[in-house]
């Protein structure tokens, strides 16, 4: 078996095109992952059939709830209807473990009184440090996206393959190291040509495209203004439902 990965969403945060949030699923013969669970993404995931209590780990870029809002929403029905037994590791970037145990209250009041019959570990990384977990090797990148979200780029060696996303970022000096020699680069392209605070956009991505040394790139996490243009380019581009072997 290969390694696979497929888009559960590939949208923005404001539902663009009709998309789910950000959701990358990673099947590996060793484990099955998850890069982002966007608030919309158990609803992704039931959609294409897919069982979340055989996901791992979950690994988050950054803690805006396009990234990261789906975790309540999981966590509660691992404990109620899926009957979850395994364990499962929530990986994130400083403050994970506390802005999720408060969104979780936010938006499921009571939760907190609830304890999972499986093991529920978060483990925070600090960026420039590879770290291992299970089988996976994660190296988060600062990224520059909003302070608050703590943002990082991810790259994660698994099954003798790198896979690696940019997270919500605009252009900056890691990006080219989070790319190198990846499996599969994962980049934003956000709008076409607006420039937009925090993101990346199609003339960014051009403008250094030649530094981007991953063997494959697919762009994702496009704005309706974006969507608008993605048939135009040459690029490769995600969707829905994408599965891309390695
Ligand atoms: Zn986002
Ligand atoms: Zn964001």
């Known amino acids: 078996m290969s390694v696979t990965v497929t888009f ?24 099955r992952f998850v890069i982002d669970f966007g608030a919309s993404s158990l609803v992704a995931l039931n959609k294409m059939g897919i069982e979340h209590n055989t996901i791992e ?31 499962l ?19 499921m009041p009571g939760m907190h009184f609830m304890i999972p019959k499986f093991d529920l570990t978060y483990v925070e990384i600090d960026v420039l440090n590879p770290t291992q977990i299970g089988n996976l090797i994660i190296t ?12 990082t780029s991810v790259r994660v060696e698994v099954a003798g393959k790198i896979i690696s996303y940019t997270g919500d970022s605009a252009w900056n000096k890691y990006i080219p190291k989070v790319a190198e020699n990846s499996d599969l680069f994962i980049c934003e392209c956000y709008y076409y040509e607006k420039p937009i605070r925090f993101h990346m956009n199609y003339k960014d991505i051009k403008a250094h495209w030649n530094e981007l040394k991953a063997k494959r790139t697919v762009l ?13 380019i040459p690029e490769e581009t995600a969707y829905d439902g994408l599965v891309i072997s390695l």
């Open 8 to 31: 559960a969403g590939s949208g923005d945060a404001f539902g663009s095109g009709g998309r789910f949030q950000t959701c990358i699923l990673v099947d590996t013969p060793v484990t």
């Open 89 to 107: 590791t929530i990986v994130g970037p400083r403050e994970t473990e506390k802005k999720l145990v408060a969104l979780s209250e936010a938006t």
């Open 220 to 232: 994702t996490h496009f704005s309706r203004e974006m969507m608008l243009n993605k048939d135009s």
């Open 140 to 151: 988060s990148f600062p990224a520059n996206h909003t302070g608050q979200t703590k943002p």
């Open 57 to 87: 780990t979950i690994v988050l870029t950054h803690l805006h709830g396009d990234h990261c809002g789906g975790i309540p929403f999981i966590l509660m029905d691992a404990m109620l209807g899926a009957k979850r037994e395994t364990p």
